[in-house]
Protein backbone atom coordinates (compact mmCIF):
# COMPACT_ATOMS: atom_id res chain seq x y z
CA UNK A 1 0.00 0.00 0.00
CA UNK A 2 0.85 3.27 -0.97
CA UNK A 3 1.99 5.34 2.90
CA UNK A 4 1.66 8.53 2.26
CA UNK A 5 1.71 11.84 4.99
CA UNK A 6 -2.05 12.17 6.63
CA UNK A 7 -1.50 16.05 5.20
CA UNK A 8 -1.99 14.65 1.72
CA UNK A 9 -4.91 13.05 2.22
CA UNK A 10 -8.47 13.49 0.93
CA UNK A 11 -11.98 13.15 2.63
CA UNK A 12 -12.29 9.57 0.48
CA UNK A 13 -9.01 7.82 0.51
CA UNK A 14 -7.88 7.65 4.68
CA UNK A 15 -8.54 4.51 4.56
CA UNK A 16 -8.78 2.38 1.81
CA UNK A 17 -12.90 0.93 2.51
CA UNK A 18 -12.42 -2.92 2.03
CA UNK A 19 -9.64 -2.94 4.63
CA UNK A 20 -11.37 -0.81 7.04
CA UNK A 21 -13.89 -3.06 6.54
CA UNK A 22 -11.90 -6.10 7.22
CA UNK A 23 -10.44 -4.75 10.36
CA UNK A 24 -13.48 -3.40 11.76
CA UNK A 25 -14.99 -7.25 12.11
CA UNK A 26 -11.17 -7.56 13.08
CA UNK A 27 -11.36 -5.41 15.75
CA UNK A 28 -15.15 -5.51 16.96
CA UNK A 29 -13.79 -8.68 18.53
CA UNK A 30 -10.94 -6.47 20.25
CA UNK A 31 -13.30 -3.55 21.54
CA UNK A 32 -15.38 -6.22 23.52
CA UNK A 33 -12.61 -7.71 25.27
CA UNK A 34 -10.29 -4.42 25.68
CA UNK A 35 -11.58 -1.29 26.02
CA UNK A 36 -15.09 -2.99 27.70
CA UNK A 37 -13.69 -4.90 29.80
CA UNK A 38 -11.18 -1.94 31.08
CA UNK A 39 -14.48 -0.27 31.59
CA UNK A 40 -16.58 -2.14 34.26
CA UNK A 41 -13.28 -3.15 35.85
CA UNK A 42 -14.77 -3.34 39.58
CA UNK A 43 -11.71 -1.15 41.11
CA UNK A 44 -10.05 1.86 39.93
CA UNK A 45 -7.01 0.73 37.68
CA UNK A 46 -4.43 2.18 36.51
CA UNK A 47 -4.42 1.58 32.85
CA UNK A 48 -5.41 -1.40 31.08
CA UNK A 49 -3.56 -3.04 27.98
CA UNK A 50 -5.50 -2.02 24.70
CA UNK A 51 -5.43 -3.47 21.39
CA UNK A 52 -5.53 -1.35 18.31
CA UNK A 53 -5.06 -1.22 14.35
CA UNK A 54 -2.37 0.48 13.26
CA UNK A 55 -3.59 3.42 10.39
CA UNK A 56 -1.33 3.77 7.72
CA UNK A 57 -1.22 7.56 7.96
CA UNK A 58 0.65 8.04 11.17
CA UNK A 59 3.57 10.38 11.02
CA UNK A 60 6.91 8.64 10.85
CA UNK A 61 8.34 11.11 13.52
CA UNK A 62 10.48 9.32 16.52
CA UNK A 63 7.33 9.73 19.50
CA UNK A 64 7.73 11.60 22.90
CA UNK A 65 8.58 9.65 25.71
CA UNK A 66 5.58 7.65 27.49
CA UNK A 67 6.84 9.42 30.78
CA UNK A 68 6.82 13.30 28.84
CA UNK A 69 3.11 12.60 27.86
CA UNK A 70 1.86 11.42 30.76
CA UNK A 71 3.86 14.03 33.09
CA UNK A 72 3.73 17.30 31.28
CA UNK A 73 0.37 17.99 30.69
CA UNK A 74 -2.38 21.05 30.71
CA UNK A 75 -6.07 19.79 32.41
CA UNK A 76 -6.70 23.25 34.63
CA UNK A 77 -9.13 21.04 36.37
CA UNK A 78 -6.00 19.53 38.19
CA UNK A 79 -3.95 22.28 38.52
CA UNK A 80 -2.47 24.79 35.96
CA UNK A 81 1.42 23.84 36.67
CA UNK A 82 2.39 20.92 34.24
CA UNK A 83 2.99 18.47 37.17
CA UNK A 84 -0.04 19.27 38.57
CA UNK A 85 -2.34 16.84 36.27
CA UNK A 86 -0.12 13.74 37.21
CA UNK A 87 0.10 14.28 41.04
CA UNK A 88 -3.49 15.40 41.26
CA UNK A 89 -5.75 13.45 38.54
CA UNK A 90 -5.42 10.13 40.63
CA UNK A 91 -8.57 10.44 43.05
CA UNK A 92 -10.81 11.01 39.68
CA UNK A 93 -13.24 8.28 39.33
CA UNK A 94 -13.82 7.27 35.90
CA UNK A 95 -16.29 4.47 36.07
CA UNK A 96 -19.09 4.31 35.81
CA UNK A 97 -18.78 6.90 33.01
CA UNK A 98 -22.38 8.30 31.35
CA UNK A 99 -21.96 10.84 28.39
CA UNK A 100 -25.32 13.11 27.48
CA UNK A 101 -25.66 13.37 23.92
CA UNK A 102 -28.16 16.11 23.04
CA UNK A 103 -29.43 18.96 20.75
CA UNK A 104 -30.13 18.83 16.99
CA UNK A 105 -30.13 14.76 16.55
CA UNK A 106 -32.56 12.13 16.21
CA UNK A 107 -31.15 9.96 18.74
CA UNK A 108 -30.19 12.00 21.87
CA UNK A 109 -30.05 10.42 24.87
CA UNK A 110 -28.00 9.12 28.40
CA UNK A 111 -25.20 6.46 27.37
CA UNK A 112 -22.61 4.40 29.56
CA UNK A 113 -19.30 4.94 28.01
CA UNK A 114 -19.75 0.99 27.02
CA UNK A 115 -21.95 2.13 24.53
CA UNK A 116 -20.46 5.13 23.08
CA UNK A 117 -17.46 2.86 22.22
CA UNK A 118 -19.26 -0.39 21.69
CA UNK A 119 -18.87 -1.71 17.99
CA UNK A 120 -16.07 0.72 16.82
CA UNK A 121 -13.01 -0.20 15.80
CA UNK A 122 -9.90 0.97 17.60
CA UNK A 123 -6.91 2.38 15.33
CA UNK A 124 -3.92 3.58 16.44
CA UNK A 125 -3.27 7.13 15.29
CA UNK A 126 0.60 8.56 16.17
CA UNK A 127 0.14 12.70 15.77
CA UNK A 128 1.64 15.57 16.08
CA UNK A 129 0.10 17.83 19.18
CA UNK A 130 0.75 21.56 19.42
CA UNK A 131 0.23 23.65 22.28
CA UNK A 132 -0.39 27.28 22.02
CA UNK A 133 2.48 27.68 24.65
CA UNK A 134 4.68 26.63 22.17
CA UNK A 135 5.57 22.86 22.62
CA UNK A 136 4.45 19.70 20.75
CA UNK A 137 4.88 16.33 21.07
CA UNK A 138 4.17 13.12 18.68
CA UNK A 139 1.79 10.86 20.76
CA UNK A 140 0.45 7.15 19.53
CA UNK A 141 -3.10 7.75 20.28
CA UNK A 142 -5.17 4.87 20.38
CA UNK A 143 -9.30 5.85 19.19
CA UNK A 144 -12.12 5.94 16.89
CA UNK A 145 -13.11 8.38 14.30
CA UNK A 146 -15.15 10.95 16.08
CA UNK A 147 -17.33 10.79 12.56
CA UNK A 148 -18.14 7.15 13.42
CA UNK A 149 -19.20 8.05 16.73
CA UNK A 150 -21.42 10.77 16.05
CA UNK A 151 -23.36 9.61 13.09
CA UNK A 152 -24.77 6.60 15.32
CA UNK A 153 -26.98 9.70 16.95
CA UNK A 154 -28.36 11.11 13.61
CA UNK A 155 -27.49 14.79 13.41
CA UNK A 156 -30.37 16.74 12.13
CA UNK A 157 -30.23 19.54 9.31
CA UNK A 158 -30.02 21.36 11.97
CA UNK A 159 -26.69 20.51 13.37
CA UNK A 160 -24.15 23.13 12.12
CA UNK A 161 -21.82 22.48 15.55
CA UNK A 162 -21.30 20.05 18.05
CA UNK A 163 -20.21 21.21 21.84
CA UNK A 164 -18.58 19.16 24.02
CA UNK A 165 -18.24 19.42 28.16
CA UNK A 166 -15.92 17.86 30.38
CA UNK A 167 -16.93 16.26 33.87
CA UNK A 168 -17.62 19.29 36.44
CA UNK A 169 -16.81 17.31 39.95
CA UNK A 170 -14.50 19.54 42.38
CA UNK A 171 -14.76 16.98 44.61
CA UNK A 172 -12.55 14.98 42.33
CA UNK A 173 -10.59 17.76 40.15
CA UNK A 174 -9.37 20.32 43.25
CA UNK A 175 -8.27 22.50 40.27
CA UNK A 176 -11.87 23.17 39.87
CA UNK A 177 -12.11 24.91 43.16
CA UNK A 178 -10.64 27.80 41.99
CA UNK A 179 -12.43 30.16 38.79
CA UNK A 180 -9.18 30.15 36.44
CA UNK A 181 -11.54 28.96 33.97
CA UNK A 182 -15.48 28.97 33.59
CA UNK A 183 -16.39 25.11 34.91
CA UNK A 184 -17.08 23.14 33.03
CA UNK A 185 -14.62 22.71 30.73
CA UNK A 186 -16.14 23.72 26.96
CA UNK A 187 -14.85 23.24 23.65
CA UNK A 188 -16.48 22.91 19.88
CA UNK A 189 -16.14 22.28 16.57
CA UNK A 190 -18.19 23.17 13.24
CA UNK A 191 -19.80 19.90 12.25
CA UNK A 192 -17.62 19.31 9.17
CA UNK A 193 -14.66 19.59 11.48
CA UNK A 194 -15.85 17.17 13.65
CA UNK A 195 -16.91 14.70 10.73
CA UNK A 196 -13.79 15.43 9.41
CA UNK A 197 -11.63 11.61 9.06
CA UNK A 198 -8.44 13.02 11.06
CA UNK A 199 -10.56 14.07 14.18
CA UNK A 200 -10.30 11.64 16.62
CA UNK A 201 -11.73 10.23 20.27
CA UNK A 202 -9.07 9.05 22.01
CA UNK A 203 -9.21 6.44 24.62
CA UNK A 204 -5.94 5.02 24.83
CA UNK A 205 -1.94 5.94 24.27
CA UNK A 206 0.75 3.71 24.08
CA UNK A 207 -1.21 0.79 24.01
CA UNK A 208 -2.99 1.33 27.34
CA UNK A 209 -6.44 3.08 28.27
CA UNK A 210 -5.69 6.34 29.12
CA UNK A 211 -4.54 8.13 32.43
CA UNK A 212 -6.39 10.33 34.43
CA UNK A 213 -4.19 13.18 33.53
CA UNK A 214 -4.23 12.79 29.92
CA UNK A 215 -8.13 12.96 29.49
CA UNK A 216 -9.18 9.27 30.34
CA UNK A 217 -11.37 7.79 30.20
CA UNK A 218 -12.52 10.02 26.61
CA UNK A 219 -11.16 12.64 24.74
CA UNK A 220 -11.14 14.90 21.72
CA UNK A 221 -8.19 14.80 19.48
CA UNK A 222 -7.87 17.81 16.79
CA UNK A 223 -4.23 17.63 15.65
CA UNK A 224 -4.35 20.84 12.99
CA UNK A 225 -5.50 23.09 15.89
CA UNK A 226 -4.03 24.09 18.93
CA UNK A 227 -4.00 21.48 21.85
CA UNK A 228 -6.60 23.53 24.00
CA UNK A 229 -9.23 22.28 21.85
CA UNK A 230 -8.44 18.83 22.55
CA UNK A 231 -10.68 18.51 25.13
CA UNK A 232 -10.74 15.74 27.89
CA UNK A 233 -12.69 13.60 30.15
CA UNK A 234 -16.10 14.68 28.07
CA UNK A 235 -19.17 14.22 29.49
CA UNK A 236 -21.59 15.73 27.13
CA UNK A 237 -21.70 15.81 23.47
CA UNK A 238 -24.73 18.22 21.74
CA UNK A 239 -25.43 19.08 18.43
CA UNK A 240 -26.05 22.94 17.81
CA UNK A 241 -27.30 25.50 15.58
CA UNK A 242 -24.98 27.93 16.45
CA UNK A 243 -21.59 28.47 17.04
CA UNK A 244 -20.97 27.16 20.93
CA UNK A 245 -18.78 29.43 23.72
CA UNK A 246 -15.92 27.94 24.93
CA UNK A 247 -14.22 28.01 28.11
CA UNK A 248 -10.90 30.22 26.44
CA UNK A 249 -12.93 32.12 24.29
CA UNK A 250 -15.02 33.23 27.80
CA UNK A 251 -11.42 33.67 29.42
CA UNK A 252 -9.68 35.83 26.95
CA UNK A 253 -11.37 36.55 23.35
CA UNK A 254 -8.73 37.93 21.96
CA UNK A 255 -6.28 35.87 22.74
CA UNK A 256 -8.37 32.63 21.70
CA UNK A 257 -10.45 32.53 18.69
CA UNK A 258 -13.27 29.71 18.08
CA UNK A 259 -11.01 27.73 14.82
CA UNK A 260 -7.52 27.93 16.63
CA UNK A 261 -6.02 26.72 13.90
CA UNK A 262 -2.13 25.57 13.80
CA UNK A 263 -1.06 28.42 12.20
CA UNK A 264 2.42 30.85 12.08
CA UNK A 265 2.05 33.73 10.57
CA UNK A 266 -0.92 34.53 13.08
CA UNK A 267 0.59 35.13 16.77
CA UNK A 268 -0.55 35.03 20.05
CA UNK A 269 -1.18 38.29 21.61
CA UNK A 270 1.69 36.83 23.85
CA UNK A 271 3.68 34.25 22.13
CA UNK A 272 4.77 34.12 18.19
CA UNK A 273 3.57 30.90 16.90
CA UNK A 274 5.86 30.72 14.53
CA UNK A 275 8.19 27.84 15.73
CA UNK A 276 7.89 25.13 18.57
CA UNK A 277 9.66 22.83 20.84
CA UNK A 278 9.47 19.48 20.97
CA UNK A 279 9.38 18.21 24.21
CA UNK A 280 12.42 16.19 24.77
CA UNK A 281 14.59 18.65 22.49
CA UNK A 282 15.99 21.34 22.88
CA UNK A 283 16.03 22.98 19.47
CA UNK A 284 12.85 24.83 17.93
CA UNK A 285 11.38 23.70 15.22
CA UNK A 286 9.28 25.67 12.04
CA UNK A 287 5.44 25.20 12.89
CA UNK A 288 3.80 23.99 9.94
CA UNK A 289 0.53 25.47 8.68
CA UNK A 290 -2.21 23.44 9.94
CA UNK A 291 0.37 21.82 12.13
CA UNK A 292 1.27 20.00 8.69
CA UNK A 293 -2.00 18.41 8.16
CA UNK A 294 -2.63 20.33 4.94
CA UNK A 295 -5.71 17.98 4.07
CA UNK A 296 -8.49 20.41 6.04
CA UNK A 297 -7.40 23.54 4.11
CA UNK A 298 -10.61 23.20 2.23
CA UNK A 299 -12.74 23.34 5.15
CA UNK A 300 -11.89 27.08 5.22
CA UNK A 301 -11.16 28.02 1.81
CA UNK A 302 -12.25 31.14 1.35
CA UNK A 303 -11.85 32.47 5.10
CA UNK A 304 -9.61 35.12 6.31
CA UNK A 305 -7.82 33.10 9.06
CA UNK A 306 -6.31 36.49 10.34
CA UNK A 307 -10.07 37.31 11.08
CA UNK A 308 -11.02 34.04 12.28
CA UNK A 309 -8.00 32.68 14.46
N1 LIG B 1 -10.82 19.60 30.21
C1 LIG B 1 -9.64 20.05 29.78
N2 LIG B 1 -9.19 19.66 28.56
C2 LIG B 1 -7.98 20.11 28.12
C3 LIG B 1 -7.22 21.03 28.88
C4 LIG B 1 -7.72 21.42 30.16
O1 LIG B 1 -7.12 22.21 30.91
N3 LIG B 1 -8.93 20.91 30.57
N4 LIG B 1 -6.00 21.50 28.39
C5 LIG B 1 -5.84 21.48 26.93
C6 LIG B 1 -4.49 21.83 26.46
S1 LIG B 1 -4.03 23.47 26.61
C7 LIG B 1 -3.66 20.92 25.86
S2 LIG B 1 -2.17 21.39 25.18
C8 LIG B 1 -4.02 19.46 25.82
C9 LIG B 1 -2.91 18.63 26.44
O2 LIG B 1 -3.19 17.24 26.33
P1 LIG B 1 -2.16 16.19 26.97
O3 LIG B 1 -1.91 16.61 28.40
O4 LIG B 1 -2.85 14.86 26.90
O5 LIG B 1 -0.91 16.25 26.15
O6 LIG B 1 -5.25 19.19 26.52
C10 LIG B 1 -6.27 20.14 26.32
N5 LIG B 1 -7.51 19.68 26.91
MO1 LIG C 1 -2.28 23.77 25.19
Not at 50 to 64: G, Q, V
Not at 228 to 250: D, G, H, L, M, Y
Not at 294 to 299: D, F, K, T, W, Y
Request: hydrophobic letters at 35%; charged letters at 25%.
Amino acid sequence: MLIRNAGDLTENDVTPEPIYRRRREFMTGIAATGILAACSAPTEAAAAPLKAAPWPYSTPEPKTSFKDITSYNNFYEFGVDKDDPARNAGGLKTRPWTVKVDGHCAKPGTYNLEDVLKGHALQERIYRLRCVEGWSMVIPWIGIPLADILKRYQPTAKAKFVAFETLNRPSEMPGQRRAVLEWPYREGLRLDEAMHPLTLMAVGLYGQTLLNQNGAPMRLVVPWKYGFKSIKSIVRISFTETQPRTAWQVSAPQEYGFYSNVNPTVDHPRWSQATERRIGEFKRRKTLMFNGYNSVASLYRGMDLKKFY
